[in-house]
């Protein structure tokens, strides 16, 4: 479904990213890991049109879309959530979520009012269902639990059906809980859609992923199987710290 390759940007001397490839199967959960520093958001903003290749192609469905902007990959069917919650913090959970489901309207929609959105507000209600936020519908946004605002963060990513889910770090800063049942959620995703995952966590992603690839200092390290990665001497030595317990 989605095809990195040779993927390379430098700022300067630094080469945040360098001759990095993997694909990403359909249905299946990939999960990007390494310490801090190596490169993971920076291929996500690669992949996701935020930032330019110096070289190299991404593919998403058998086409390149190297060069396309965001806005066009969104309508191609990649949407993805960040590191830091951007949501619309003086809006409710609802309109978040009505705002985000807009893009199910025909383009000539936006010419009239809002209550027409019929599409974009069912998006919305069963989004609400679906994530468990309905008692929050009428919430500000800025008002929810760290752990509910990464949930409508997903849901608002999810607003746009897209055919792949680029996540990062969403269980960053959760509680025990939240962690657990965010994991939960994601595996409920699997199958419907392709995602690419970016987490810290290595009992979630030992426990989420189907394929697992580790960068280190802007490159690729390894990939393969939760199993293979985890038993990987070179992965144990950069990242896992010794032998592997995880």
Sequence with gaps: MLAVQSLSIRFGALAAVEDV???ATRGHITSIIGPNGAGKSTLFNLISGA???????????????SRWPTERLLRAGLARS?????????????EN???????QEPLWHAFLPVSRSVLAREGA???????????????LAGHLSHGEQRRLEIAVALASQPKV???????????????????DMIRGLAGQLTILLIEHDIDVVMN???HVVVMHQGQKLAEGTP????DNAAVQRAYLGGAPTC
């Design 21 to 23: 490839s993997f694909r």
């Design 51 to 65: 930032l330019r290749a110096d070289r190299g192609r991404v593919m998403l469905d058998g086409v390149e879309v």
């Design 82 to 94: 960040f590191q830091i919650t951007n949501l619309f913090f003086e809006l409710s959970v609802y």
């Design 97 to 103: 979520l009505r705002l985000a489901a807009q893009r």
């Design 125 to 139: 209600e069963a989004l609400l269902e679906r994530f468990g936020l309905q008692a929050h519908a009428t919430t």
């Design 165 to 183: 889910l680029l996540l990062d770090e969403p269980t960053q800063g959760m509680s025990h809980g939240d962690t657990q049942a965010t994991a």
């Design 208 to 210: 989420l992923s189907d």
């Design 227 to 230: 199993q293979a990665v985890r």
